[in-house]
């Protein structure tokens, strides 16, 4: 299997990618469930400048049925800090002095997103992850 291919711009960070070019009619038997990879953790980038989050998954998981479910996120504010004084530690090995940034985990708006697509086409899917990408 190959993956789709998409159009990431710099400044995207991705974090799991099984967006795969496979149709999903051809992948099981009538009333058989869907197996890998038709299940709801698909792919999912961010973007810590622009505070964004992309997801995509099938869903209902493995169901036949089912469609790619898209979703572009905003982060809660405040979950992300930038590192100030008080939030770095340095320490001393030997002659090199280490420098760790203390940050807040990433928390996306899951009950307030920017957009959602849904669609059983992969390449309608590709072509609005695309769009988010840049902005669009």
């Known amino acids: 299997m190959e993956l789709l291919s ?3 711009p710099a400044g995207w960070e991705m974090i799991k990618n099984h967006f795969y ?3 999903h009619e051809n992948h099981s038997n009538p009333g058989e469930l869907l197996g890998y990879p038709f299940h709801e953790d698909i792919l999912f980038l961010r973007n810590r400048h622009l505070r964004r989050s992309v997801d995509l998954g099938w869903t ?3 169901d036949p049925n089912g469609s790619y479910k898209l979703t572009l996120l905003a982060w809660l504010d405040g979950e992300l800090t930038t590192p100030s004084p008080k939030q770095t530690i340095l320490r001393k090995m030997e002659c090199v002095t280490l420098k760790y ?3 807040l985990p990433i928390t996306e708006d899951w009950n307030n997103p920017i957009e959602k697509f849904e669609s059983n086409c992969r390449f ?3 072509d609005r992850i695309n769009d988010f990408l840049r902005g669009k």
């Open 124 to 126: 309608s899917i590709r």
């Open 60 to 62: 209902p998981d493995c």
């Open 101 to 103: 940034k203390l940050t």
């Open 21 to 23: 070019d496979i149709v």
């Open 6 to 8: 998409l159009k990431i």
